[in-house]
């Protein structure tokens, strides 16, 4: 079951610059929150920040709480235990290219010392069902690179990977800017199908898909978050005039 | 089909005046690109077609299966020196390959510092080092300390020799690994050591293994690092810490002799020890490539 996100006055940096500006936000259970804003605005740190990306990158610095449920991200907690329960997809599909499609599918629960092959065998195929593609790689699951497969077909592959761990929170970074609109199609199906199990955050520079999958909408804008509300009320009757001009179009 | 038609596809089909020219040019450049091949390769030939010419008939049964014999009796071979000159290559590369691999994970994964800049500046200068000064090194370190030539020591100095280039060639091979590749790894909670051995080394294979198998091809056919080490023995010896022969050395040995059958014999030499070389590469390649999937790249 998926958990709700509580964030509170998180700030983030890169070196000196300031990225993210005393963020608060709860985001549901079991629901799907798109972020929208022009580029560079600071959602994809917001979201790495989440799961403690952010601080992957040399100089880079957060402050704030981050809460999944009753499980604190920052107090207590090692990024590799919390990122096992937060899943992330990227904007570009990356699967392991030395990897079989079953190995990339097994590779987080694998090299985390998990070795029953019976187990193993059900969560990948659970997994890659989960993600709408089992059907199309079950008979080259061992064949095959995960990079041999085509771009909404290694964008699929990532997310089963995700899912394979068994996470509570599925974070998604621009998952379909690569993809053509079938591709994007079928992504956003299998997000409202995931919804049910888990909760997701979405990065997106298409309005329309944030208004497709999402149910909750937050606006950033600058690294601050200038509204967040029911997706329905964000695209129809935003109470922020810069909500507006960006969602009409006006900049951005 | 209409006028305009026509007159369109005949300006497709007939290039204008500047594409001579450039057609010229295409195939000036691509002539010099094929040329440049033809020279780098024309020596390549040459040593291998000499070696053959003034080897091949030497090497029989005898040449490599029994031990050198005394000056005037004819026959005798060099299988003592085949077999030392393995022994002598595998525990210098037990010893360089992990060394080697270790030292360029360190410097693309945790390198970016000052330490890591000092460690890539030694390991360049270690790389220059003249061979016979890194062979005195080894006499210095083991064998003063054994008080005896020994196979240990001549792999101990092809090793020192090996580990610059496998380090530095492992780091630019690593750090050819996208970024996204890696946060792939910790996006799914996979501890950073564990990621880099399963994830980043593992996608840079192919790279590291050309690494590894340059400074072997390097230091296999190394003459001067062996020759206050391993010392060479004109008897069998499989015990690592006795005075144990080398194709290079023996190579050397025979070659600056005043004798016929020797010179003969040290061309013979030279061609098994370049096949045994072009072997181990291609065997390694094979091996590798057995194990790549259908689209990996």
Same mark, same amino acid.
């Given at each position: 079951m998926g958990v709700g996100i509580q964030v509170k006055a998180l700030n983030a940096w890169y070196g000196k610059t300031? *990225? $993210?500006?005393?963020i608060n936000l709860h985001m549901q259970a079991n629901h799907a929150t798109a972020l929208i804003g &022009?580029?560079? +605005?600071?959602k994809s740190t917001f979201i790495r920040c989440l799961n403690r990306?952010? !601080? /992957?990158? &040399?100089?880079a610095r957060v402050e704030g709480q981050v809460q999944f449920g009753d499980f604190d *991200?920052?107090?207590? /907690?090692s990024p590799t235990q919390l990122r096992r329960r937060v899943g992330m997809v990227f904007q570009k599909p990356n699967p392991f290219p030395t990897m079989s499609i079953y190995d990339n599918v097994a590779s987080g629960l694998k090299l985390n010392g998990f070795r029953n092959r019976k187990q193993l065998d059900d969560t990948v195929e659970t997994a890659l069902q989960a993600s709408a593609l089992w059907e199309e790689v079950k008979d080259d699951l061992h064949k095959k690179s995960g990079a041999g497969l085509s771009g909404g077909q290694q964008q699929r592959l990532c997310i089963a990977r995700a899912l394979a761990v068994q996470p509570e929170v599925l974070l998604m970074? !621009? &998952? +379909?800017? *690569? $993809?053509?609109p079938i591709s994007t199609g079928k992504i956003e199906e299998l997000i409202f199908q995931l919804k049910e199990k888990y909760t997701i955050v979405i990065v997106t520079h298409n309005m329309q898909q944030a208004a497709r999958v999402a149910e909750f909408t937050g606006f950033f804008l600058l690294g601050k978050m200038v509204e967040f509300d029911k997706t329905e009320k964000i695209f129809t009757n935003p109470s922020d005039k810069r909500t507006e001009d960006y969602i009409t179009g006006r900049f951005g | 089909m209409s006028e305009a038609k026509v007159s369109s596809a005949k300006a497709r089909s007939a290039?204008?005046?500047?594409s001579v020219w450039r057609r010229f040019v295409n195939h000036l450049m691509t002539g010099v690109a094929v040329l440049t091949v033809l020279i780098v390769l024309v020596p390549l030939v040459a040593i291998f077609g000499y070696l053959l010419y003034k080897g091949f008939g030497s090497i029989n049964w005898a040449f490599l299966t029994q031990t050198p014999k005394p000056v005037g009796e004819p026959g005798g071979g060099m299988a003592n020196a085949i077999v030392g000159s393995m022994f002598i290559l595998a525990i210098g590369s037990l010893i360089g390959v992990p060394l080697g691999i270790g030292a360029g994970i360190y410097l693309s994964e945790y390198g970016r510092n000052r330490f890591g800049d000092a460690i890539r500046f030694i390991s360049d200068v270690l790389n220059g080092v003249p061979s016979i000064v890194i062979g005195i090194v080894a006499y210095g370190v083991v064998v003063l300390r054994q008080k005896h030539f020994s196979a240990l020591a001549g792999g101990f100095a092809l090793a020192i020799m090996m580990i610059p280039t496998i380090a530095r060639t492992t780091e630019q091979m690593l750090l050819l690994v996208p970024q996204a590749i890696r946060e792939a790894a910790y996006g799914l909670g996979i501890p950073r050591w564990r990621a880099t051995l399963s994830i980043t080394l593992r996608t840079a294979t192919s790279g590291v293994i050309t690494g590894v198998m340059l400074a072997f091809a390097r230091v296999a056919g190394e003459t001067a690092p062996l020759l206050f080490t391993a010392f060479g023995n004109q008897f069998w010896n499989l015990r690592l810490d006795q005075p144990t022969a080398a194709l290079p050395l023996q190579i050397f040995t025979y070659a600056i002799s005043p004798f016929d059958e020797w010179h003969r014999q040290a061309w013979a030499g030279a061609l098994v020890l370049i096949v045994l070389i072009v072997g181990a590469v291609a065997a390694v390649r094979i091996a590798v490539s057995r194990g790549t999937l259908a689209g990996a790249r």
């Open positions: 300031q *990225a $993210l500006y005393d &022009p580029s560079g +605005c600071g990306m952010h !601080e /992957t990158i &040399p100089e *991200a920052y107090n207590g /907690t970074d !621009e &998952p +379909c800017s *690569a $993809l053509d | 290039p204008p005046q500047v």
